[in-house]
């Protein structure tokens, strides 16, 4: 049975109503990462970073999964093969689509992390730098998201998935931040047929076969149903 590797980034989610990161007026326009989301900036200045993370807790809790959600959820619960799910994404909304095991390589803003003993627990709507770790009690909360510098989760797993891949598709994700914009290749070198499907080509587009230019909210169930046999 064909075994599907999907990876998504924040395209998937915009027509959700979640800011993408480099699109015209995207959060890297608003903020720079290096002041927001990076362990230095935590450091420096650890009420910013919670004050950015609870704003983009506040905007995940309000929206709701899309058509192209959605598609990939009846796709991981209709495929006769394995479909393994790979997000960049911190929001929660495949879950609310109904996927399982989402593999979230750059963390959760559902997540709350103690920096100091690296306990995890749920993270409150709200976080601040005086909430205090419940198992060792230091105050050195910080959201359990994975900051420019720090190893993506997960990865052993994925670069394992990605070589057993028969198909690897890439949805809404611009090609620009490591590790991730190497799947592509990975997949492709290990035998995979590969796809994007995103709004504008990606920075590397030439490591995919096929690539649809679209909406995802259209593209997606489109291909979820070519791949069902619809
Ligand atoms: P980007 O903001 O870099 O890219 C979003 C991509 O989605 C772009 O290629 C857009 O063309 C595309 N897009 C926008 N709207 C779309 C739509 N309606 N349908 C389909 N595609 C659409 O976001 P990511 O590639 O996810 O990491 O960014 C990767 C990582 O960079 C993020 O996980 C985050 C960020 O810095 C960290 O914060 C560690």
Sequence with gaps: ????????????????????????????????????????AFRRDPDLVHRFYNARRAQA?????????LALARLQERHRGEVVLVTQNVDALHEAAGSRAVLHMHGALAGALCARCEARWPAPMVMATRDACPICGAAATRP?????????YGMEAIWQHLEEADVFAAIGTSGNVY???????????????????????????RDFAETRLGRASVIVPEWVDAVLGN
Excluded at 144 to 152: A, K, N, Q, R, S
Aim: glycine share 10%; hydrophobic share 45%; net charge negative.
């Design 179 to 205: 590790p991730a914009a190497a799947f592509a290749q990975h997949a492709g070198r290990a035998g995979a047929q590969t796809i994007e499907l995103n709004l504008e080509a990606s920075q590397n587009t």
């Design 61 to 69: 809790a309000e929206v709701a999964p899309n058509a192209a959600h």
């Design 144 to 152: 359990d998201i994975v900051w420019f510098g720090e190893m993506p």
């Design 1 to 40: 049975m064909e075994k599907i590797v999907i990876l998504t980034g924040a395209g998937i989610s915009a027509e959700s109503g979640i800011s993408t990161f480099r699109d015209e007026g995207g959060l890297w326009a608003q903020h720079a990462i290096e002041d927001v989301a990076t362990p230095e």
